[in-house]
């Protein structure tokens, strides 16, 4: 089951105002101008990121910055000179794939998430929208490697909230509709190929929370079921075996409390001999293989760090090699060319975004590429320290702190800065908003409260119906923690998050007052009711789901009133900053519009930022230079 989530990656934002600009001034005369780096030094386009191999190996495609958004250049591997094949100046391009001798990528409008799916040959001729409807989302099914100018992808463009998977020829536009979608009570909700690009499984709603798995041997029959769950227990297909007939890998916690990987008969609906791997702790849900060579290569999993189980010795000496090389970073192989003897490598720490390197296998040649932020020192970076804590009700919260450098980790002012989503979880690795924080002499705590995930099925259950309660209690008990410590100054803690994260900054302040000296929402939920009523028509399928997690406006009408912050604005007394999108489709505007008007009329000090070409987070660059410079003087006033 794909839960909706309220959070979308990489969250760091931005402004524009219906509070006056002569506040904002005020705001930036707390900056001051000693620091050794500026705003800008963390959230500039990098010059070169997010880089691509084609098929045959012989040429990089990468993201750049074309008059302050990101564009899609191209280069030989062995050449220098690079060019720009798209020219793009209102939006990022979020993300492209190579197909053939040209190039797919996805872009939608001031952040509605309606993406539109273009294609553009490598020399930058023949652009064309291959998805020119309005108000239509896509999303990639398969990119059919193998298959020339062909891809899967899904579209809702029979019916807002049902998606159907479409055959699309990127070199003639022609599309096809595979299959259909034709029940809104029950809809399917994900589909996949096999190793032929067939398109043999799919996902149902069944009984508004069950989950079916569907199964075809070939694409003339139709769909069988093969297995219904509970929306509590998860078995995602991964990809087929080997043999492509009726076996499948599966990421699945159904009869256990952790996600392991194993193996499906779809004949049988059974899991076929022992699982190929389980951790003790946390979910394992990534599975990795070789198509050329017909193998299992590895196993990632995340506890405090990212991890990898090797299940290939070729693959297990390439990593060693790439380790042995590169020295103390992460490393990830981000593409590889269809010979799987060319490779794009990526390396990152908690304290730099690192780099990009070319490796020739056959050449036995690893060749530097990019440093991805150069102009930032990792010597200047906070290492982003593991941590865990015990809840008032015994669960353990694991998280992460990062300390400011050249500082005594006492009595220190603290961002407390819980994630979004809520059903995702932080990572260790470099977060540019927490080294910003850091460089201001700022401790920064992330935990993973109760209803993050990876922490297995009774982990996430445990946070039902706990927006506002547990889950709050949990961010709670962490300030107490890091009070108890001696870390934190108690009359110097801040509460800042996104998403989520904006929801639960709005219920820190509200339902624990004497807690915090200042708190800044971004995109947050602040009345659940209104929420529910103005989601995506794509997340109405999950709508009851959404029911049993979050609470149902009827049955739960007087838990979700208690939980709702706009209700209870009395209590809030601290200073707020609120930042918002104006296209934001899963946080509506109306969520901060209401906090807002609200306060203001108690005569709470509340300081309200929009902008009119951002959604669910600011991309723009020149909206994150400004929301950060605000944030800075904001926290500068009210934690002196």
């Not at 029979?158 to 096809?176: D, K, M, S, V």
């Not at 959404?546 to 009133?561: I, L, S, T, W």
């Not at 306060?599 to 902008?611: A, C, D, I, P, S």
Request: proline share 5%; aromatic share 12%; net charge negative.
């Amino acid at each position: 089951m794909s839960k909706p989530n309220i959070e979308t990656p990489n969250l760091p934002g931005d402004i524009s105002l219906p509070s006056s600009k002569a506040d904002i001034a005020r705001l930036f005369k707390n900056l001051g101008n000693s620091q050794k780096y500026a705003v800008e030094d963390f959230f500039r386009l990098p010059k070169k990121s997010r880089y691509q191999l084609s098929s045959d190996g012989e040429y990089f495609a990468y993201l750049g910055p074309f008059k302050r958004r990101l564009n899609i250049f191209v280069q030989k591997t062995i050449g220098k000179r690079a060019k720009r094949i798209t020219e793009v100046i209102d939006r990022d391009i979020a993300w492209f794939f190579w197909k053939d001798n040209r190039i797919v990528f996805g872009k939608d409008e001031g952040g509605d998430e309606n993406f539109h799916l273009y294609s553009v040959g490598a020399d930058g001729n023949h652009l064309q929208d291959l998805t020119p409807f309005a108000g239509v989302r896509i999303d990639l099914i398969d990119d059919l490697e193998d298959i020339e100018h062909e891809i899967i992808i899904s579209m809702n463009k029979n019916n807002p909230q049902l998606f159907e998977p479409y055959r699309l020829n990127i070199a003639t536009g022609e599309i096809h509709q595979l299959a259909d979608n034709p029940n809104p009570m029950e809809p399917m909700d994900g589909w996949m190929t096999d190793h032929e690009g067939k398109l043999r499984i799919a996902n149902q709603i069944s009984g508004g929370t069950n989950s079916t798995l569907l199964y075809r041997q070939t694409e003339e029959e139709p769909f069988r079921p093969v297995l219904t769950t509970d929306f509590r227990e998860s078995v995602s297909p991964l990809f087929f075996d080997f043999e492509n007939e009726h076996h499948v890998y599966v990421a699945s916690n159904r009869g256990r409390d952790r996600s392991v990987i194993t193996k499906l008969d779809l004949l049988t609906g059974e899991e076929v001999g022992e699982p190929l791997f389980a951790h003790n702790e946390v979910d394992v849900s990534n599975l990795g293989y070789s198509r050329k060579r017909r193998v299992l290569t590895s196993i990632a999993y995340t506890t405090d760090k990212r991890h990898v189980h090797f299940l290939d010795d070729e693959t297990k000496r390439l990593f060693q090699q790439l380790e042995k090389d590169l020295g103390k970073y992460e490393i990830v192989i981000t593409a590889m060319n269809k010979a799987e003897d060319k490779f794009m490598i990526r390396t990152y720490s908690d304290r730099s975004l690192g780099a990009y390197y070319f490796f020739d296998k056959k050449a036995d040649s690893l060749t530097k590429i990019v440093d991805v932020s150069p102009w930032l020192d990792e010597a200047d970076m906070a290492p982003m320290k593991p941590i865990k804590y015990q809840t008032q009700d015994g669960l353990t919260i694991h998280g992460y702190l990062t300390l400011p450098i050249g500082k005594a980790s006492e009595n220190l002012p603290v961002i407390i800065n819980p994630h979004g989503g809520p059903w995702v979880r932080d990572t260790w690795g470099f977060n540019p908003e927490i080294q910003l924080l850091a460089s201001r002499g700022y401790a920064v705590l992330q935990m993973n409260y109760r209803g993050s995930t990876g922490y297995g099925r009774q982990f996430w259950e445990c946070s039902f119906k706990q927006w506002g309660k547990k889950m709050q209690d949990d961010i709670t008990d962490g300030v107490k923690w890091l009070i108890d410590e001696g870390i934190a100054d108690p009359k110097r803690v801040a509460i800042y998050g996104g998403s989520y994260g904006g929801y639960a900054t709005l219920a820190g302040v509200t339902f624990t007052p004497d807690l915090y000296a200042c708190a800044i929402d971004y995109v947050g939920v602040s009345n659940l009711f209104t929420f529910m009523n103005t989601i995506p028509p794509y997340w109405k399928p999950y709508l009851d789901m959404m029911y049993e997690m979050v609470g149902n406006p009827e049955k739960d009408k007087d838990a979700m009133h208690e939980a709702s912050p706009v209700f209870h604005i009395d209590k809030i007394k601290c200073p707020l900053f609120v930042i918002q999108g104006a296209n934001d489709p899963r946080v509506n505007i109306d969520e901060s519009d209401q906090i807002v008007s609200a306060l203001r009329q108690r005569g709470v000090e509340v300081l309200y930022m929009v902008k009119y070409d951002e959604g669910h987070g600011f991309h723009n660059e020149e909206n994150r230079f400004e929301v950060y410079k605000a944030m800075l003087g904001f926290l500068g006033k009210w934690l002196k």
